[in-house]
């Protein structure tokens, strides 16, 4: 069967009996005190200008995102939960380890004023946070439900601008904030203490993105039954910097779009006129002419 066994060992190299089942074994399980782990220098250090690095050990980062590492219990029905999470979690330390000022608000500083090592730090903090309401399932309520609150901030809001506004889809983002429960109620919070004028002039990320959706449609949208859309796109100038040439000579033709597909137009059907009609017609046309 390909089992890699050393078969010069006791028992060819099988463990002993009972050993009819040897996989998924639950009996010895490991949790990790962390699921993101990384030590950096400064996005700036050089070594030509500053020599060579005389901090600590230096390693990428490196995670675990996945229910297999995070929740191994499977037959519990919470591993999909936290992998998922886990993996938001990772994508969100990657796309802001180079993004010096995210957390300065959060720390009391100036942004001109963070530091590599303070953001590093800052970072790593909300990495652990993270990790731990992973743990904990501090899923968000509209997150848990899969769709948004009709009291929510966002389709509040959205209501008070428009009123045929449909409620938008949620859609699970990377931010942290949008995820975990008490991270979402100090963004809720934060809006919420916002003065009248503030307000005024403040725009829900999420309902500027749906009345944009609901503005293209609008503009673009036929009465099509299949909710259709005019739509083309602009031609190829270059890629790379490097200007694109003729007709293609390959004889591949692209695929249409079925955005561009226009309905049929039937040809008019002919009025069907009675006879008796026609010869009524008729005779008064003759009549008149006598």
């Given at each position: 069967?390909?089992?890699?066994v050393?078969?010069?060992?006791?028992?060819g190299g099988?463990?002993?009996?009972p050993?009819?089942?040897?996989?998924?074994?639950?009996?010895?399980?490991?949790?990790?005190?962390?699921?993101i782990?990384?030590?950096?220098?400064?996005a700036?250090?050089?070594?030509?200008?500053?020599?060579?690095?005389?901090?600590?050990?230096?390693?990428?980062?490196?995670?675990?995102?996945?229910?297999a590492?995070?929740?191994?219990?499977w037959?519990?029905?919470?591993?999909?939960?936290?992998?998922?999470?886990?993996?938001?979690?990772?994508?969100?330390?990657?796309?802001?380890?180079?993004?010096?000022?995210?957390?300065?608000?959060?720390?009391?500083?100036?942004?001109?004023?963070?530091t590599?090592?303070?953001?590093?730090?800052?970072?790593?903090?909300?990495?652990?946070?993270?990790?731990?309401?992973?743990?904990r399932?501090?899923?968000?309520?509209?997150l848990?439900?899969?769709?948004?609150s009709?009291?929510?901030?966002?389709v509040?809001?959205?209501?008070?601008?428009t009123?045929?506004?449909?409620?938008?889809?949620?859609?699970?983002?990377?931010?942290?904030?949008t995820?975990?429960?008490?991270?979402?109620?100090?963004?809720?919070?934060?809006i919420?203490?916002?003065?009248?004028?503030?307000l005024?002039?403040?725009t829900?990320?999420?309902?500027?993105?749906?009345l944009?959706?609901a503005d293209?449609?609008?503009?673009?949208?036929?009465?099509?039954?299949?909710?259709?859309?005019?739509?083309?796109a602009?031609?190829?100038?270059?890629v790379?910097?490097?200007?694109?040439?003729?007709?293609?000579?390959?004889?591949?033709?692209?695929?249409?779009?079925?955005?561009?597909?226009k309905?049929?137009?039937?040809?008019?059907a002919?009025i069907?006129?009675?006879?008796?009609?026609?010869?009524?017609?008729?005779?008064?046309?003759?009549?008149?002419?006598t």
């Amino acid at each position: 069967a390909g089992i890699p066994v050393d078969e010069t060992m006791d028992n060819g190299g099988f463990v002993d009996a009972p050993n009819d089942v040897m996989a998924f074994d639950f009996a010895e399980c490991w949790n990790t005190p962390k699921s993101i782990a990384f030590n950096l220098p400064p996005a700036d250090y050089d070594t030509q200008l500053h020599g060579e690095w005389m901090g600590k050990r230096l390693w990428p980062m490196v995670g675990l995102a996945g229910d297999a590492l995070l929740e191994p219990f499977w037959p519990m029905g919470l591993g999909l939960k936290r992998g998922w999470q886990a993996i938001m979690d990772a994508c969100y330390v990657i796309d802001n380890l180079y993004n010096r000022a995210l957390l300065a608000e959060k720390v009391g500083k100036d942004p001109s004023a963070m530091t590599w090592d303070d953001h590093y730090e800052a970072l790593q903090a909300q990495s652990a946070q993270n990790f731990e309401f992973c743990n904990r399932l501090k899923v968000g309520e509209e997150l848990g439900k899969g769709e948004y609150s009709d009291k929510s901030i966002i389709v509040t809001q959205l209501r008070k601008l428009t009123k045929d506004a449909e409620k938008p889809p949620l859609e699970v983002e990377i931010d942290p904030a949008t995820r975990y429960a008490p991270l979402e109620d100090e963004a809720n919070a934060r809006i919420r203490a916002m003065s009248k004028a503030e307000l005024e002039n403040f725009t829900h990320p999420k309902v500027a993105k749906a009345l944009a959706v609901a503005d293209f449609y609008g503009k673009h949208s036929k009465s099509g039954g299949r909710g259709e859309i005019d739509y083309t796109a602009k031609a190829l100038v270059s890629v790379n910097g490097k200007v694109r040439g003729g007709k293609d000579k390959g004889g591949y033709k692209p695929r249409i779009s079925l955005c561009n597909i226009k309905p049929p137009v039937l040809p008019a059907a002919p009025i069907a006129i009675p006879k008796e009609q026609v010869e009524s017609i008729a005779m008064k046309k003759r009549a008149s002419l006598t």
